[in-house]
C-alpha cells in the first residue's frame, strides 16, 4: 500500500478482554515498530522486528503483551486480560532497512480503551 | 544504545515570532538523527533528518536543524512559526553501526503551541 495501515482505528474493550492490533507496513519493508504513546506521554518502544531476526521485544511492558510478524510483512499485537492502564495509542512504524540512511513512517494509530 | 533528550516539554510561542526546539542525544557510534511532527489526532511524520554532509538540514514547513557534534545536539528552528505549526515534535536518533535490536530512540516530546 502507500503508507502504513493500522486497524482498527479505534477500539473500545472491557477490562479483562484480550485485544489484537493490526498493522500492515509499506510493502517491501523489512523493519517493523510498535509503540505506544499514552495521553500526553511521548513514545514508549514496545518490539521491533528486522526481517528474519528474532524480534527485539525488550519494551513489551508485562507478559500480557505479545507481537507477531507473518511472513515478514503483517504485524499483530495482542494484549491479553486488558487493564485500564493500557489505554493508550499504539503506533506502528515501518523502514525499508533498520541502521540505514532510511526514514521509519508510521500509520495512524490505534486508540485503544479500556473500560 | 543511543538515547535522546528534549529538554523542554512545552514551548508555547506568539504566531510570527522564531522558535527553537531543543533535542541532545547520546551516542558512542555515528548517528542519524530525524525529527519528527505528530499534528493533532495524526500520526508522526518526518520532518527533516541528518544523515550525512551538511549540518544545516531544511525541511517541511520551512522548518531547519544544525547538526553539532561537539555539542551532540540537533535543535529544531523556524525563523517564524504559524498557527498551523501548533503540534508535538519528536526527535529521533538512530546508528547505521546498530543492527539486530531496536535501533531507533526518541525524545519525549515537544508541544508547541502557537498563541495568536
Known amino acids: 500500500g502507500a503508507g502504513v495501515s493500522q486497524s482498527p482505528s479505534n477500539k473500545v474493550t472491557e477490562k479483562g478482554k484480550d485485544v489484537e492490533l493490526r498493522c500492515d507496513p509499506i510493502s517491501g519493508h523489512t523493519a517493523l515498530y510498535w509503540y505506544r504513546q499514552s495521553l500526553g506521554q511521548g513514545l514508549e518502544f514496545l518490539i521491533y522486528?528486522?526481517?528474519?531476526?528474532?524480534?527485539?521485544k525488550s519494551g513489551l511492558p508485562s507478559d500480557r503483551f505479545s507481537a507477531e510478524r507473518t511472513g515478514g510483512s503483517v504485524s499483530t499485537l495482542t494484549i491479553q486480560r486488558t487493564q485500564q492502564e493500557d489505554s493508550a495509542v499504539y503506533l506502528c512504524a515501518s523502514s525499508l532497512f533498520a541502521g540505514m540512511n532510511t526514514e521509519a513512517f508510521f500509520g495512524q494509530g490505534t486508540r485503544l480503551t479500556v473500560v | 544504545a543511543q538515547s535522546v533528550t528534549q529538554l523542554d516539554s512545552q514551548v508555547p510561542v506568539f504566531e510570527e515570532a522564531p522558535v527553537e526546539l531543543r533535542c541532545n542525544y547520546s551516542s558512542s557510534v555515528s548517528v542519524y538523527l530525524f525529527w519528527y511532527v505528530q499534528y493533532p489526532n495524526q500520526g508522526l511524520q518526518l520532518l527533516l533528518k541528518?544523515?550525512?554532509?551538511?549540518?544545516l538540514v531544511k525541511g517541511i514547513n520551512g522548518f531547519e536543524a544544525e547538526f553539532n557534534k561537539s555539542q551532540t545536539s540537533f535543535h529544531l528552528r523556524k525563523p517564524s512559526v504559524h498557527i498551523s505549526d501548533t503540534a508535538e515534535y519528536f526527535c529521533a536518533v538512530t546508528s547505521p553501526q546498530q543492527t539486530g535490536a531496536n535501533n531507533l530512540f526518541f525524545g519525549t516530546g515537544t508541544r508547541l503551541t502557537v498563541i495568536p
Open positions: 522486528f528486522q526481517g528474519n531476526s528474532a524480534p527485539d
Open positions: 541528518y544523515l550525512s554532509g551538511s549540518t
